[in-house]
């Protein structure tokens, strides 16, 4: 399998690469995984995305067990190795739970059945329904012979023997809603959270009389679906939106709390081996392990873009599966590295720009991180760090340096010889949404959700020139092909022409039902293009200021790019699909979808023939465009 086997420090431009196995086939990526009709390669990769999951699980020889749908997928994730993925249940996979002697795996489907699977054998052992709607979840007793089962809504606990399917106990709860209901540490009561209003949402039952033996912490937004049980079976720990709280099991009183996350919410929670240690994940797609005695947090890393949902601690104690994000990832606890560097973006991909060699390709992601691709092999060839909360756009100069608009309000330019930054140019207030270079290089124009556009120059450190007309943010500019004027596009449903040597406003185009995402001049620079928020592509004359051709791309436009050549147009946006437009006729020449998520940049390299699309999915597509009239 194509994979990047060894643990590389950033990548300095021009730096090696290792890659194992053979060449990618013409249908397959580097990794060997197949690419959508119509793409010739893929930078980046989607191994181990996924847009949800039902539960992830170790087994005991450390392979991560993913369940996706009705499908289950085992994985070394130090190789980056897929080692099996097969449907196993007739319905989706709701939890996963290991049996104590490793040999099967417990599994809870939506249709309400609980299925015990052997992995040596890949058959299912015996399969029982429950009854309950909404089943969420199916853990064995510590003595193996019973399995707990928790239905969401109605609230209902379940205990049943596991070698006759007798039903043994049936508990309705008193909540909105249940979750994940887990044993005590002799398997004779339960606790379960839910949600209830300002109700107590925790509860303990006792699963031989099915009496409710308490009911306690009142929070009104608690989570309250991941209580876990400590090792000793003596403390229980659940996340809240507000922190994460440990209780003892015996009298119900508090022990901790463990509070200052960003954005507050607790989403998941684990220990540790380590008896003194816990895990929080939260919903800024951060993960923090805590001593909880002290409750100070000795580590702190973020591995996904925003909740992160789910942790399961690796058998040895060494590692911790979490997914968030629509990412699994596996992290070392004592560094929050992870197990494998694969050479893609973890976050969107936010923008992307032709460099102007013509065989590199420069992206941007709300990583915070710039990458530099080989079209032609799909090859990550060096990463650039430093792009401040996340790169909302991006440009290449004539000279080799690249521009990179940020979310902290910066434009940053780098070096794209060994990736140092040049210079920092601040001024704007919010993101800065869009950047470009005059075909000389010596200025640099960005915009912002300050409704400003701000004109550089290298010489200094002050914009010489502040454009204002636009009522709202300013999301796209574009400098035409002689240097001589800009186009703009905003919050306002306005396009706007201007002089860029007088910084005087020439136009104002108005035609559009929302936002104007995007823009572009068209290659006799007489005429331009727009789009966005109403799924329409529009042709402007502008000597006239007259719509001259409607496009419909069908939902919102997040970007075109028209060919060199003039005769081709392509846009992408939120239905993941790219549409090819003739741009002599106004036809659609064609449509891909091959993206996972929105499609939120597009460039066509100087020859005409490729474009390059980026996406919210994490990668970047390489396309053989159409031949337009």
Not at 101 to 110: I, P
Not at 505 to 528: I, K, Q
Request: aromatic share 6%; hydrophobic share 40%.
């Amino acid at each position: 399998m194509h994979l990047l086997r060894t643990r590389l420090a950033r990548v300095l431009i021009g730096a090696s690469v290792l890659w194992a196995g053979a060449s990618a086939t013409a249908d397959e990526d580097r990794l060997g995984d197949p690419l959508p009709e119509g793409a010739t390669a893929r930078l980046g990769t989607l191994q181990l995305r996924y847009g949800s999951i039902g539960d992830l699980a170790y087994l005991p020889d450390g392979r991560a067990m993913i369940a996706l749908g009705p499908t289950l997928e085992i994985w070394n994730i130090e190789s980056g190795e897929r080692l099996f993925h097969e449907r196993i249940a007739p319905a989706s996979i709701r939890s996963l739970a290991v049996g104590r002697d490793g040999q099967t795996v417990m599994l809870a489907d939506a249709a309400g059945a609980v299925h015990e699977w052997d992995p040596a054998d890949n058959k299912i052992v015996r399969s029982l329904k429950t009854g309950q709607s909404g089943l969420l979840s199916a853990y064995y007793s510590p003595d193996g012979l019973r399995v707990l089962t928790t239905g969401a809504a109605p609230p209902t606990l379940k205990q049943f023997e596991l070698a006759s399917g007798r039903q043994l106990v049936s508990i309705e709860g008193e909540m909105h809603r249940f979750s994940q209901g887990i044993y005590d540490a002799a398997g004779k009561t339960a606790f379960v959270g839910g949600t209830s209003g300002s109700d107590p949402v925790l509860a303990h039952y006792d699963l031989q009389t099915g009496a409710l033996l308490n009911a306690w912490h009142k929070d009104y937004t608690s989570y309250g679906h991941s209580p876990k049980l400590s090792p000793d079976g003596k403390r229980l720990l659940a996340g809240t939106r507000h922190m994460a709280v440990e209780f003892n099991t015996e009298d119900y009183k508090q022990l901790a709390r463990f509070a200052g996350h960003h954005g507050y919410a607790v989403t998941a929670v684990a220990y540790c081996r380590e008896p003194d240690q816990i895990l929080t994940g939260s919903r800024d797609g951060s993960i923090r392990r805590w001593n909880r005695l002290s409750g100070e947090v000795l580590l702190r890393w973020v591995p996904h873009s925003d909740y992160c949902t789910c942790l399961r601690v690796s058998p040895e104690g060494n590692r911790v599966l979490s997914f968030g994000g629509g990412m699994v990832v596996e992290s070392d606890l004592a560094t929050g590295e992870p197990t494998i560097h694969w050479d893609r973006h973890s976050q969107a991909v936010t923008a992307v720009a032709m460099m102007p060699d013509a065989q590199r390709v420069l992206s941007g992601s709300w990583d915070a991180t710039l990458r530099l691709w080989d079209v032609s092999s799909g090859k990550s060839l060096a990463v650039i760090d430093g792009a401040g909360l996340g790169a909302c756009c991006v440009a290449a100069a004539p000279g080799g340096s690249v521009a990179a608009g940020c979310k902290d309000g910066a434009v940053r330019e780098f070096s794209a010889t060994d990736g140092s930054l040049l210079c920092e140019l601040k001024g704007h207030l919010g993101y800065v949404r869009s950047v470009a270079y005059t075909p000389d290089g010596r200025r640099l124009i960005s915009s912002g959700d300050d409704g400003r556009i701000r004109v550089w120059e290298s010489a200094g450190d002050d914009a010489v020139h502040v454009l204002k007309e636009h009522l709202g943010g300013v999301l796209s500019v574009a400098v035409s092909a002689d240097g001589q004027r800009l186009l703009s596009g905003g919050r306002d449903g306005t396009v706007r022409l201007w002089d860029l040597q007088t910084a005087r406003p020439l136009h104002t185009l108005e035609g559009h039902r929302g936002w104007v995402e995007t823009v572009c001049f068209a290659r006799d620079g007489s005429h331009a293009f727009s789009s966005g928020g109403d799924g329409r592509i529009l042709k402007w004359n502008l000597q006239s200021g007259e719509i001259e051709c409607e496009m419909v791309h069908g939902g919102w436009v997040r970007a075109i790019a028209c060919s060199p050549d003039g005769k081709v147009l392509c846009a992408g946006g939120e239905d993941k699909a790219i549409t090819c437009w003739d741009l002599r006729c106004g036809t659609r020449l064609d449509r891909w979808r091959g993206h996972a998520s929105d499609v939120l940049a597009l460039t066509i390299t100087p020859d005409s023939r490729r474009l390059v699309s980026a996406s919210a999915d994490t990668t970047l597509l390489v396309w053989e465009l159409p031949v337009g009239g």
